[in-house]
């Protein structure tokens, strides 16, 4: 057998050794979970992704908390990626739609007063929260560890609204499956209601005692703890519950790359 032949055999055992576990994990999942299995991402190495969906629903549950840390566990926390949407193309900050831009600066410049949240899409009762009711809602501080796809961590202290507290208050239909975030950096990325409902998914209003800071996502960012860092959408411009699958498309993580779920 040639070198090209092995590397083609490898590949091809590889590749079947992933989609079996891949099948493993979803049958696990459906048994306990049938209505959230997300659909495949299309190819052999995403049906990995599958297999930890699969694995961390069926292992863990819905209600296992990730670690929490005391005040003096805090780290330095860089901020990577966007720095201000606001900026346009630029050192600081990824390309954003003009748009989009010109919308962030208007409500940066007016510290965030005119800042709305809209939650649309399967509930009852459509409406968009300002940055002043938000913070009307039962806050939740947690100081949780934030686990970077490219090697690095770091542990801050995050207080806002639970994300179910605002679901709701919008009253989520029985059929809806999974929860939209759009961003004025122009990232479009979707979690389960699993993930949704949990009670360390938050609203981050706040930072380390203080209002959140632009460069991290000001006026609030999405947290959810119980997946890698790139997860916790930042600048958050609006939310749709649905009761479909939607990748963002090329705004989105799988058509970039990226896996859809990152569970840790």
């Known amino acids: 057998m040639s070198e090209k032949d092995e590397a083609s055999g490898f590949i091809t055992r ?30 052999v190495l995403r049906a990995g992704d599958s297999f930890t969906y699969g694995m961390q629903r069926a292992i863990l549950g819905e209600h296992s908390l990730a670690k929490e840390y005391r005040l003096e566990d805090l780290t330095s926390f860089p901020a990577t990626g966007t720095r201000d949407p606001g900026i346009g193309k630029g050192e600081l ?32 009762k459509p409406q968009a929260f300002t940055l002043a009711e938000l913070k009307q809602f039962p806050p939740r501080t947690q100081i949780t560890r934030h686990t970077c796809e490219e090697g690095w961590s770091a542990i801050g202290q995050w207080t806002g609204v639970p994300l179910s507290a605002v679901l709701a208050a919008a009253g989520v239909l029985p ?26 998914t938050i609203l981050a209003y706040g930072m380390n005692g203080r209002d959140l800071p632009i460069p991290h996502g000001a006026p609030v960012r999405l947290r959810v703890e119980r997946q ?37």
């Not at 891949?22 to 696990?28: E, I, Y």
């Not at 059929?175 to 360390?200: C, E, K, N, T």
């Not at 958050?236 to 705004?251: W, Y």
């Open 14 to 43: 590889r590749g079947a050794l992933i989609a079996g576990a891949a099948a493993v994990g979803g049958v696990l999942l459906a048994r306990r979970f049938p209505r959230i299995l997300p659909p495949t991402c299309g190819n």
């Open 228 to 264: 890698m860092g790139y997860k916790s959408m930042k600048f958050l411009r609006s939310i749709t519950v649905t009761d479909q699958f939607e990748d963002g498309g090329k705004d989105g993580n799988i058509q970039t790359g990226w896996a859809w779920y990152t569970g840790i």
């Open 93 to 124: 900050a990824q390309p954003s739609e003009p748009a989009l831009a010109e919308s962030y600066r208007r409500i940066r410049d007016g510290a965030f007063a005119d800042w709305r949240l809209p939650i649309e899409g399967r509930v009852a």
């Open 175 to 200: 059929s809806a499956r999974f929860v939209l975030f759009r961003a004025y950096d122009g990232w479009v990325d979707s979690i389960d209601m699993v993930d949704a409902l949990h009670p360390q």
